[in-house]
């Protein structure tokens, strides 16, 4: 039951990442504001959730996971009331910033499994948990398009601010406080420096595009994150109460873990943004289907569910051959889908929605297995009270690798257009392009995960 509901935090997390995209097209105008200030809502939850994830981790560690965790919710349901009751931009852009805080839910949730749950459930639990990211995405885009198109965009915050609320009772109620806390003092300043190197960077990657990778805006956010990293490293391995233990994290089992995290990020993040402009594409675009909102989101909804299933599959494979194995075949399955999605892009047939539901799923049975392995090969090699540092670094991770992936993709995808009907879409090359990088870095993600030294857990022989 504790693990059931804290896959259920992992969901309405999860959802808070999705449901303003529906939004998005008429932010502007709701928010009366200009496009290029609207897209920070989507921004400001990136910047925040890969701020505060480390730093949530480090807290949990220190005083206790369930209380860190319950924080985080509240942050989500207080983000969802500001921006419910907003009609300007800059009170929604601190609603959105608060529910980002929520986002290191996750892996806290992870954390705090291994701290409760028995040995022989532990694979299967923090897979659950792990894939509850896919589950909330699936179910974000209808979810919100259906609030926002029959009641009101306002209602779509005021329902999500409930559901973190009930989230929160129950997590109360239901999910046992972790006995293991370390205590001692927090590292503010380290959690300054880290703040300042991760938004210099995530800002540079994810405005690139936007404000030319040549700007000055973008080179000076460059600089300042190399300058800012270097002294933050310098700093924190003079700390004894470190933020972050750049040692262990610099480790080779956990630095390709997170290499290959950083990789599976960006895959997973560029198979969101192609397939749904395919899909809603007019059918005279390259390789559009012309479907409306909803309809699109349907049919990419499958690939989390196919993603929860695997999780399963993933803590199966973990125990016989070890979570490393399991992160590198989960790589390997997601090239296979892009494969697939290749296949599509430079046939001599017409794309359609059913082959990109396949594709969306061999891709969503890949995550499964891939991410429901990166928090346990991580478990494998830190110590029990380093858990909910190390994971909210490899989560960070990931939130890198999605920030690549906005960047590249956006840029492959904006340099090959074609006009039809009055509007611009991306060419058939631009994708193909998009596809190959990203099987190439499927590739990265599978070598970074064999190259993971055997554990020193032994896995089991037989499924038990």
Not at 11 to 31: E, G, S, W
Not at 185 to 193: E, I, M, N
Not at 368 to 382: D, F, N, Q
Not at 387 to 411: D, K
Request: include cysteine.
């Amino acid at each position: 039951m504790a693990v059931a509901v804290l896959c259920a935090a992992g969901i309405v997390v999860a959802l808070m990442q999705t449901i303003i995209v529906p939004l998005i097209p008429d932010l502007p105008r709701l928010l009366q504001s200009s496009p290029t200030n609207a897209s920070w809502a989507l921004t400001i939850t990136l910047l925040t959730g890969a701020v505060v994830t480390p730093i949530s981790g480090r807290l949990g560690d220190m005083i206790g996971k369930r209380r860190v965790l319950l924080a985080s919710l509240g942050a989500v349901a207080a983000g969802s009331v500001v921006c419910a009751v907003s009609s300007t931009l800059i009170p929604f852009l601190i609603g959105r910033g608060l529910q980002g805080m929520g986002i290191g839910t996750i892996a806290l949730g992870i954390s705090l499994i291994r701290d409760i749950v028995p040995a022989n459930q532990l694979g299967s639990s923090i897979g659950a948990m792990s894939a509850s990211l896919g589950v909330g995405g699936a179910l974000g885009l209808p979810f919100a398009a259906v609030i926002a198109q029959h009641i009101s965009w306002h209602a779509l915050f005021w329902v999500s601010a409930a559901i973190a609320v009930a989230v929160m009772l129950v997590v109360t109620l239901v999910v046992p406080a972790s006995s293991i806390a370390t205590g001692g003092r927090f590292d503010a300043l380290g959690a300054v420096g880290l703040s300042v190197f991760l938004t210099c960077v995530l800002l540079a990657l994810s405005k690139g595009h936007e404000w030319g990778w040549t700007s000055l805006w973008t080179l000076a956010l460059f600089a300042g994150f190399i300058v800012s990293a270097a002294l933050w490293v310098w700093y924190e391995r003079r700390r004894s109460n470190a933020l972050i233990d750049i040692a262990t994290n610099l480790k080779r089992p956990i630095l390709l873990t997170n290499i290959a995290t950083v990789a599976a990020g960006f895959v997973f993040y560029a198979m969101q943004m192609m397939p749904i402009q395919l899909l809603m594409a007019p059918e005279s675009a390259p390789s559009g289907i012309g479907l409306p909102m909803v309809q699109a989101a349907l049919v990419l909804m499958p690939g989390g569910l196919v993603m929860f299933a695997f999780s399963y599959v993933s803590a199966w494979m973990s125990r016989r051959f070890g979570a490393r194995i399991s992160l590198g075949v989960g790589a390997l399955l997601i090239g296979v889908g892009y494969v697939a999605f290749l296949v599509m892009l430079v046939g001599p047939w017409a794309s359609t929605w059913i082959w990109l539901l396949i594709v969306n799923a061999v891709v969503g049975a890949g995550l499964g297995i891939a991410y429901s392995a990166m928090p346990s090969l991580i478990m494998e090699w830190v110590p029990i009270t380093q858990t909910g540092e190390a994971n909210g670094i490899n989560a960070t991770m990931r939130s890198i690798g999605t920030s690549f992936a906005t960047a590249v993709v956006s840029m492959i995808l904006a340099s090959s257009i074609t006009g039809v009907d009055g509007q611009v879409f991306p060419t058939v090359d631009a994708y193909v392009w998009a596809t190959i990088i990203s099987l190439v870095t499927c590739v990265l993600a599978a070598l970074a995960a064999f190259a993971v030294p055997k554990s020193r857990l032994k896995p089991d022989p037989v499924d038990c």
